[in-house]
């Protein structure tokens, strides 16, 4: 067992580094400044919204999309063939609000994906030196656009992480730890410049391996859009916010990351169902199929988060304050997290649970790919 909580310590202590660079270094969209803009001269803004069978969410979306202080925006939503309210929604929005232009998506054909292709067609209708691109389960606050543009005049591109609305049991069990292993595993810092202590004839190359970004929120300049290819480069792409990212490192681009406390929300999932689900189609793919580190960080995730708790249970006395040093880091850091985006800290008590059913859901995702099991989303086979 010691061991295992020496491994465990080694995890923890890259944690407990990366965590601290981060919660200096991972800045708030809340914190960039709203100066004067005249209406007159302001770089028009194009809002995208993708909506398939969104008619639970798209309302109050679109609404907050339209109530944005910046003087210069249009809002377009596209409704992806939707079979659910979502077009009626959109059409009775449209009929009453001149800034809302509603597009009617095309059939997707077979070579794209929904969402790359959904967004692909808002961009060849968007009017606007900025591209914003956010899905219909987001609501902004009155100046997050304002605050976005002001942020794009440093970057190319820019992505936010919205903070996440979770309010049944499930959801707060589950969402939470997507923002801890964000927090604890890749520095925002080389998000956005590459790490120094790569070899100047590396780091070009090396870059995008530390790409990350979240397509609740992605925004560009037209110019680096189109440099990149827009949607079109990553037609194919499960995670294409993650692939635009790298597309933008890739040219030479800069991508600046974001959390949305107090600019941007979200509510992922509303079920267990829909939780499982969505993470499901893209949890693999996310460590790019690669099934050795997709095996190795499930290890390294049940030696950290439940044998410390095995051990404060069984273990020696000894073991026992090893254990329990694990345990007060990593909930403290998971409190601090709690603290940030208003989550119920009594849930990170439960951290071994959430970690065995991530377990669960890696089991199901190596038998969908190995199998060929297809995962549906939104009524389409992804």
Same mark, same amino acid.
Request: glycine share 6%; with cysteine.
């Given at each position: *067992?010691?061991? @295992?909580?020496?491994i465990? $310590?080694?995890?923890? @202590?890259f944690t407990?580094?990366?965590?601290?660079?981060?919660w200096?270094e991972?800045r708030s969209?809340?914190?960039q400044q709203? %100066?004067a803009?005249?209406?007159?001269?302001?770089p028009?803004?194009s809002?995208?919204?993708?909506a398939?069978?969104?008619?639970?969410?798209?309302?109050?979306?679109?609404t907050?999309?339209? #109530? &944005?202080t910046? %003087?210069?925006f249009e +809002?377009?939503?596209?409704?992806d063939?939707s079979t659910?309210?979502t077009a009626?929604?959109?059409?009775e929005?449209?009929?009453?609000?001149?800034n +809302?232009?509603t597009?009617?998506?095309?059939?997707?054909p077979?070579s794209?994906l929904?969402?790359?292709?959904?967004c692909?067609?808002?961009s060849?209708?968007a009017?606007?030196?900025?591209?914003?691109?956010?899905?219909?389960?987001v609501?902004? !606050?009155?100046?997050? =656009?304002h605050k976005?543009v002001n942020?794009?005049k440093?970057?190319?591109?820019?992505?936010v992480?919205?903070? &996440?609305?979770?309010?049944?049991?499930?959801?707060?069990?589950i969402?939470?730890m997507?923002y801890?292993?964000l927090?604890t595993?890749l520095?925002?810092?080389?998000?956005?410049?590459?790490p120094?202590?790569l070899?100047?004839?590396l780091r070009q190359? *090396?870059?995008p391996?530390?790409?990350a970004?979240c397509?609740?929120?992605? $925004?560009f300049?037209r110019?680096a859009?189109? #440099?990149?290819?827009?949607h079109t480069?990553v037609r194919?792409?499960?995670? !294409?916010?993650?692939?635009?990212a790298?597309?933008?490192?890739?040219?030479?681009?800069?991508?600046?990351m974001?959390?949305?406390?107090g600019?941007?929300?979200?509510r992922?999932?509303?079920?267990h169902?829909?939780?499982?689900?969505?993470?499901r189609?893209?949890?693999?793919v996310?460590f790019g199929r690669?099934?050795p580190?997709?095996?190795f960080m499930?290890?390294?995730?049940? =030696?950290?988060f439940? =044998? %410390?708790?095995?051990?404060? $249970?069984?273990?020696s006395?000894?073991?026992?304050v090893?254990a329990?040093?694990l345990?007060?880091?990593?909930?403290i850091q998971?409190?601090l997290?709690d603290l940030?985006f208003k989550?119920? %800290?009594? *849930?990170? *008590?439960?951290q071994p649970?959430t970690?065995l059913?991530?377990?669960?859901?890696?089991?199901r995702?190596i038998?969908d790919h190995?199998?060929?099991?297809k995962?549906s989303w939104?009524?389409?086979?992804?």
């Open positions: *067992m010691e061991i @295992l909580l020496y465990g $310590a080694s995890y923890i @202590l407990l580094i990366v965590f601290t660079r981060n200096f991972f969209l809340s914190q709203v %100066p803009a005249d209406p007159k001269t302001a028009l803004v809002i995208c919204i993708p398939r069978n969104e008619e639970t969410v798209i309302e109050r979306c679109v907050s999309a339209l #109530k &944005q910046y %003087p210069n +809002v377009l939503v596209l409704d063939n659910d309210r009626s929604i959109l059409e929005l449209s009929s009453i609000v001149k +809302v232009h597009i009617s998506g095309k059939p997707k077979d794209w929904g969402k790359p292709w959904a692909h067609q808002l060849q209708r009017k606007g030196e900025y591209l914003i691109f956010i899905d219909a389960d609501w902004l !606050e009155d100046n997050a =656009i976005a942020a794009l440093n970057s190319d591109a820019i992505t992480w919205p903070k &996440q609305q979770v309010l049944t049991f499930w959801e707060k069990l969402i939470p997507i801890y292993g927090y595993l520095p925002a810092k080389y998000v956005e410049q590459n120094r202590w070899p100047n004839n190359k *090396m870059g391996a530390f790409a970004a397509g609740q929120f992605i $925004a300049n110019a859009y189109d #440099k990149i290819g827009g480069s194919e792409e499960i995670v !294409e916010d993650v692939e635009l790298k597309q933008v490192k890739r040219s030479g681009l800069t991508i600046a974001f959390d949305g406390v600019t941007v929300n979200c992922m999932y509303q079920s169902t829909e939780i499982f689900e969505g993470l189609k893209n949890f693999f996310g690669n099934l580190l997709f095996l499930a290890a390294m995730q049940f =030696i950290v439940v =044998i %410390p708790f095995v051990i404060l $249970a069984f273990g006395p000894q073991q026992k090893f329990g040093v345990i007060g880091i990593f909930l998971r409190w997290l940030k989550w119920n %800290p009594l *849930m990170s *008590m439960l649970f970690i059913w991530y377990e669960v859901l890696g089991i995702c038998w190995y199998t060929g099991k995962t939104k009524g389409r086979d992804v």
